[in-house]
């Protein structure tokens, strides 16, 4: 009986370690991963990778330069998640945010909570920094131009299987006179079998 129990609990022990134990596989970061079917950082790159392409393929911004013999600014506004996923947004525009700087050719001016933190640093400087080098109020960059956004999902499905459809559009609005001046897409469709 005592070897039956010490048999018992040897397996059980086994069970436990097997079932707790995982492993890990550093893959490159470009590497398309779908495991669940839901939004992953692969849509989020091809995401970005489209708007950078449509954004700097379009004329607006040659456009713009010539006529006010200036670049354009651009702040980002809203990215309005209506899919029925949660979406941070916040990954695709920020790899597009890094492609605007670094192609020169637009410039970007940072927007909400950023810019609060930025502005309550200038005040706290007005008060604790020395005069010389206490930057001052009024001399912010002001946008010529605000991007805002939407994701949405269409999700049909039957028996074991489902489609998943995303469609992520961006676009840029003159802020003087609310024109819109570029659109961007970004079509996705998924077959899921569960």
Same mark, same amino acid.
């Given at each position: 009986?005592?070897?039956?129990?010490?048999?018992?609990?040897?397996?059980?022990?086994?069970?436990?370690?097997?079932?707790?134990?995982?492993?890990?596989?550093?893959?490159?970061?470009?590497?398309?991963?779908?495991?669940?079917?839901?939004?992953?950082?692969?849509?989020?790159?091809?995401?970005?990778?489209?708007?950078?392409?449509?954004?700097?393929?379009?004329?607006?911004? $040659?456009?713009?330069?010539? #006529?006010?013999?200036?670049?354009?600014?651009?702040?980002? %506004?809203?990215?309005?998640?209506? &899919?029925? +996923?949660?979406?941070?947004?916040?990954?695709?525009?920020?790899?597009?945010?890094?492609?605007?700087?670094?192609?020169?050719?637009?410039?970007? $001016?940072?927007?909400?909570? #950023?810019?609060?933190?930025?502005?309550?640093?200038?005040? %706290?400087?007005?008060?604790?920094? &020395?005069? +010389?080098?206490?930057?001052?109020?009024?001399?912010?960059?002001?946008?010529?131009?605000?991007?805002?956004?939407?994701?949405?999902?269409?999700?049909?499905?039957?028996?074991?299987?489902?489609?998943v459809y995303y469609q992520i559009d961006l676009e840029l609005a003159n802020?003087?006179?609310? +024109?819109?001046?570029?659109?961007?897409?970004?079509?996705?469709?998924?077959?899921?079998?569960?």
């Amino acid at each position: 009986m005592k070897s039956f129990a010490k048999y018992c609990l040897v397996a059980l022990l086994a069970t436990i370690t097997l079932g707790c134990s995982h492993s890990v596989k550093r893959v490159d970061p470009s590497t398309q991963t779908d495991l669940s079917g839901r939004w992953n950082d692969t849509d989020s790159r091809l995401t970005a990778e489209a708007m950078i392409e449509q954004m700097f393929g379009n004329k607006w911004a $040659v456009a713009f330069e010539q #006529k006010h013999q200036k670049k354009p600014v651009i702040v980002v %506004g809203l990215i309005n998640n209506k &899919s029925h +996923e949660h979406i941070n947004t916040e990954t695709f525009i920020k790899d597009l945010e890094k492609a605007i700087v670094n192609n020169g050719s637009i410039r970007l $001016v940072q927007a909400g909570e #950023k810019r609060e933190e930025l502005r309550r640093e200038r005040a %706290g400087q007005q008060e604790f920094a &020395s005069p +010389e080098t206490a930057k001052k109020w009024g001399r912010e960059l002001g946008a010529d131009f605000m991007m805002q956004g939407t994701v949405n999902s269409i999700v049909d499905g039957y028996k074991r299987d489902q489609a998943v459809y995303y469609q992520i559009d961006l676009e840029l609005a003159n802020i003087e006179t609310t +024109e819109i001046v570029w659109i961007g897409d970004k079509k996705i469709k998924k077959m899921i079998r569960n």
